[in-house]
């Protein structure tokens, strides 16, 4: 078994974290941490060193957890969803866990939505877990 996290340093990735570890634990399984990056080439190497730093610790709270894991992060280029969606087959996961986050029905017409592109294109089921308000 295999579960796959898309993590990224806000209220809805730690959550959906939290829940990944959670659940990973519980069923005595894998945890793939991804966290992508649409920057590809172009990602700021101060970005890049804070975003590996985030990582690094990410991988050491599961470790201390007891959390067999595995932490990835993708510069790509791509779409988060398209890395997750990618990873998770790649992986024959289980299930992908995402964090979701309030969003206006503005918001969510123009900003478009990873999460509902993971929702419709996942291979396998997917657990959405709610941020908790900031």
Same mark, same amino acid.
């Given at each position: 078994?295999?579960?796959?996290?898309?993590?990224?340093?806000?209220?809805?990735?730690?959550? &959906? #974290?939290?829940? &990944?570890? /959670?659940?990973?634990?519980?069923?005595?399984?894998? #945890?793939?941490?991804?966290?992508?990056? =649409?920057?590809?080439?172009?990602?700021?190497?101060?970005?890049?060193?804070?975003?590996?730093?985030?990582? +690094? =610790?990410?991988?050491?709270?599961?470790?201390? +957890?007891?959390?067999?894991? /595995?932490?990835?992060?993708?510069? =790509?280029?791509? %779409?988060? &969803? /398209?890395?997750?969606?990618?990873? &998770?087959? %790649?992986?024959? +996961?289980?299930?992908?866990?995402?964090?979701?986050?309030?969003?206006?029905?503005?918001?969510?017409?123009?900003?478009?939505?990873?999460?509902?592109?993971?929702? #419709?294109?996942?291979?396998?089921?997917?657990?959405?877990?709610?941020? /908790? %308000?900031?």
């Amino acid at each position: 078994m295999t579960i796959v996290v898309g993590y990224v340093p806000k209220a809805e990735g730690r959550a &959906a #974290l939290r829940r &990944a570890a /959670e659940e990973a634990r519980l069923r005595r399984t894998k #945890l793939v941490v991804l966290n992508s990056h =649409r920057g590809g080439r172009d990602l700021d190497a101060e970005e890049n060193a804070r975003s590996e730093a985030e990582l +690094a =610790r990410v991988g050491e709270e599961l470790a201390a +957890a007891g959390v067999e894991h /595995e932490v990835r992060q993708l510069v =790509r280029g791509l %779409e988060p &969803a /398209e890395d997750l969606i990618a990873v &998770a087959e %790649e992986e024959s +996961a289980d299930f992908i866990v995402i964090g979701l986050r309030r969003r206006s029905p503005v918001g969510k017409l123009i900003l478009g939505s990873n999460a509902q592109r993971i929702l #419709l294109d996942a291979p396998c089921p997917v657990l959405a877990v709610k941020a /908790e %308000e900031d």
